[in-house]
């Protein structure tokens, strides 16, 4: 992945399919438990309007492709950070319009592989991202946790080389940690 560019890293990106979100039995088991309990659902809509009813629960006004349904419940969450347009997302649409930044093949920001955002440097500034939104990069695994790890660790790196901040390494982490068991500042 680190050597294809452009579209030949977009087509093993769909070869590869969807989310990187790994499949666990212990997930699918408590899906499945509180499916059969009755109290988690999927429904799939537009919410219109939510309003909190006296006695704390939600009602979320929905449009659904079966007509409009009213639900009550105790939480909502929102799970269309994977498959929402970035431009939806004010900052990241706003970096769109006015950074230079742009789009990978994929539709979501374009990163070197640094995770530096490729087209928004402004001397001495840099911005760098990571995770869904870049989904599409030169790392598979960008909406992952390992993939939030690695990316962080190529940031830091990168960061270092700029003579921002000093390497992290095994030494670095054994002394500054060695300091805080001392009750030191890091």
Partial sequence: ??????????????????????????????????????????MAGTVEDMKLRDDGMIVSMVKTTQGPAEIAADFVIDCTGLDADIAEHRVLDDLLKHSGAGRNPLGRLDVERTFELRGARSDPGTIYASGATTLGGYFPGADTFLGLQVAAQEITDDLAARGFCSRIGPGRSIRQWLRWLRNKQP
Wanted: charged share 35%.
């Fill in 1 to 42: 992945m680190r050597r294809l560019e452009g579209e030949d890293r977009a087509k093993l990106c769909k070869l590869m399919g969807g989310t990187n979100t790994p499949w666990r039995r212990m997930w699918q088991k408590q899906i499945n438990e509180a499916r059969a309990a009755g109290w988690y659902r999927v």
